[in-house]
Nanobody
Framework: QVQLVESGGGLVQAGGSLRLSCAASGRTASRYAMGWFRQAPGKEREFVAAITWNAASTYYADSVKGRFTISRDNAKNTVYLQMNSLKAEDTAVYYC????????????????WGQGTQVTVSS
């Protein structure tokens, strides 16, 4: 069992930056691939970024490539999402997720979800 708690959301102006954090707890949390998803009002939840358990590989949605960076610190059981050059269309609730592999995360879907944190970008 893995528990995920996000933090770092808020209100930012377009062009600004935010860093989201996700603290994972559970005996094997550091062995899970981690990722971020988001859901804007009236839209389906969508994949944003993922990172393998050892940080060897990262994956991004086309809409955030070059602007967002996912990273992790296994010593702290924490994954981060650095978001730069934010746009109004990045406004959404951002969810942290955990899965055995990044493939299953983007395929069947994550096994574990956080409660979400709101990111609002004003234009």
């Amino acid at each position: 069992q893995v528990q995920l708690v996000e933090s770092g959301g808020g209100l930012v102006q377009a062009g600004g930056s935010l860093r989201l954090s996700c603290a994972a707890s559970g005996r094997t949390a550091s062995r899970y691939a981690m990722g971020w998803f988001r859901q804007a009002p009236g839209k389906e939840r969508e994949f944003v970024a993922a990172i393998t358990w050892n940080a060897a590989s990262t994956y991004y949605a086309d809409s955030v490539k070059g602007r967002f960076t996912i990273s992790r610190d296994n010593a702290k059981n924490t994954v981060y999402l650095q978001m730069n050059s934010l746009k109004a269309e990045d406004t959404a609730v951002y969810y942290c997720a955990a899965s055995i592999t990044t493939a299953t995360m983007r395929g069947p879907g994550p096994e574990y979800w956080g409660q979400g944190t709101q990111v609002t970008v004003s234009s």
